[in-house]
């Protein structure tokens, strides 16, 4: 049997300011959803070992819920078009939840926070199935991922320039947030 849990209070982490997410708010969220579909594949191409980590929760539906963000992403690991967007006002059905503002969930990504601590410090809510929660956590430790080197990967010739994009994007985030996000160069 699957465990549930839920918890709902206060982040401890800073939200970012409107003007961060209002670009998102003029983006069809088709378009936003195709493109994170795009990185989610290439990272399963890159990184067959995320899928055989998710296991039988491949197949899970997963909201991402970014709370300072007027958008939500449901992922299904193992679907065709991993990542889809929607609007925060619109109804999205999913097997787990998982909500924090986006440099919390960002840096969990990158491995700069632990996503074990920033559940039993309440600082990101989880609802619904918590294994297939875990399974999705570990699968994503497993690939040590440096989120501006997967973004800027499927740039081709232009990687330096996307790299140095979204890494300068994430010390924004980093100063607007109060959340480290860059791991220091080995």
């Not at 989120?147 to 330096?160: K, N």
Request: net charge positive.
């Amino acid at each position: 049997m699957r465990k549930r849990a839920s918890m709902a209070h206060r982040f401890r982490f800073e939200s970012l300011p409107l003007w961060v997410g209002a670009p998102l708010r003029f983006m069809p969220p088709l378009l936003l959803g195709r493109a994170l579909s795009q990185l989610a594949i290439r990272l399963r191409q890159a990184h067959p070992e995320l899928m055989e980590r998710m296991g039988p929760y491949a197949n899970v539906t997963f909201l991402i819920d970014p709370t300072d963000l007027p958008v939500v992403f449901r992922v299904r690991p193992g679907n065709s078009r991993p990542v889809a967007c929607f609007s925060r006002l619109a109804p999205a059905a999913c097997d787990a939840r998982i909500a924090a503002p986006l440099a919390v969930l960002l840096a969990m990504i990158q491995g700069t926070l632990d996503g074990d601590a920033l559940f039993f410090s309440r600082d990101m809510d989880i609802e619904g199935d918590t294994e297939a929660v875990l399974a999705l956590r570990n699968a994503i430790d497993s690939i040590e991922c440096d989120f501006a080197s997967e973004c800027a990967a499927q740039w081709g010739p232009l990687r330096p320039l996307a790299e140095n994009a979204a890494r300068g994007a994430l010390r924004l985030l980093e100063y607007q947030s109060g959340v480290t996000l860059l791991r220091p160069a080995a």
